[in-house]
């Protein structure tokens, strides 16, 4: 079935909170996300951030230990500008010069938006830069699934839910996999970006509101350990943890037993596949959880 959904309230966690929307197996919604600080598609404050959800959407028949499979059909910006903080955030730099950097929540810039021409350019021309002009490509940078436990978790952060994890691979065309930890899944989603470099080392994407479509499959007792996705060209695996070590160790571990248990690599043969074909992104470098994404290219797994 197919739904248009208008969201009447938002969330600034994700977590158990009471279903705005009943979907089942297989259903596709149509609805908007509203910028991370809660502006919308005529540029109003209709809610607070940080990066307030879409939802939650009660997927019938998910239960813990299945899958939510959620495909990304369509993420599109629904107004003409985005806005960013320029600078770099002080995490992502050395200590001596992180004083040397403006204050972050004075420096705000605007991005003119263009999705006939598919591009974003930067609103105030800069001496050495202009207007420079970059391509967009719509992602989501927080969504997922409610936690375990009953938690309720800030959409600052990330964790085996998903949530803030900023991957710039996240976009129309890939589907994401959610260990689901409650009944019925409790999906989130919004934290729209026109465009993002790697780790969002500025704390900000291009961040504005979007009309985002996508549809929802049950995997029943397929249990996965960390957000897992799939595009034409890579299966790819998510960690957030700090350090960034630790992420990166669940990342890879997951993409190990996703070798494993689906494609029946025991584990020399894992390791020979990783260790020569394994591809790593930064997602999410600014918050308190980071993101790393591990990638096996398509043309090498297993028929």
């Not at 009471?18 to 908007?32: F, I, Q, R, S």
């Not at 992502?92 to 991005?111: K, M």
């Not at 894992?270 to 959880?289: C, E, H, K, S, T």
Request: charged share 20%; aromatic share 10%.
């Amino acid at each position: 079935m197919f739904h248009y959904f208008t969201p009447q309230r938002y969330y600034n966690t994700l977590g158990v909170h009471p279903p705005a929307l009943t979907l089942a197996d297989g259903d596709t919604v149509l609805t908007t996300c509203v910028d991370a600080w809660g502006q919308d598609a005529s540029g109003e404050r209709v809610t607070q951030g940080p990066n307030p959800m879409t939802g939650p959407f009660f997927v019938a028949g998910a239960h813990p230990g299945d899958t939510l499979a959620v495909s990304l059909d369509r993420i599109a910006p629904n107004r003409d500008w985005g806005w960013v903080r320029t600078p770099l955030a002080y995490n992502t730099v050395d200590p001596d010069f992180a004083r040397t950097l403006p204050e972050r929540d004075r420096a705000v810039v605007r991005w003119q938006v263009d999705v006939a021409a598919g591009v974003a350019m930067l609103d105030s021309p800069q001496p050495r830069l202009g207007a420079l002009t970059l391509p967009l490509s719509p992602m989501i940078g927080c969504f997922g699934v409610a936690p375990a436990g009953g938690e309720a978790i800030s959409t600052a952060t990330s964790g085996p839910h998903g949530g803030n994890m900023d991957y710039n691979g996240f976009v129309s065309g890939v589907t994401v996999y959610f260990p689901v930890f409650v009944e019925g899944a409790l999906f989130h989603i919004g934290d729209g970006h026109a465009l993002q470099g790697d780790g969002e080392i500025s704390g900000t994407g291009v961040e504005i509101s979007m009309e985002v479509q996508f549809t929802v499959r049950v995997i029943r007792h397929k249990t996965i350990g960390w957000p897992r996705g799939e595009n034409a060209d890579f299966i790819f695996t998510v960690g957030n943890a700090r350090p960034l070590d630790q992420a990166l160790q669940h990342a890879t571990t997951e993409m190990a037993r996703w070798l494993r248990d689906d494609y029946g690599l025991d584990a020399h043969e894992v390791g020979i596949l990783m260790g020569q074909a394994a591809r790593y992104d930064l997602g999410n470098f600014f918050d308190p959880a980071y993101t790393m994404v591990c990638k096996i290219p398509r043309r090498y797994l297993p028929k």
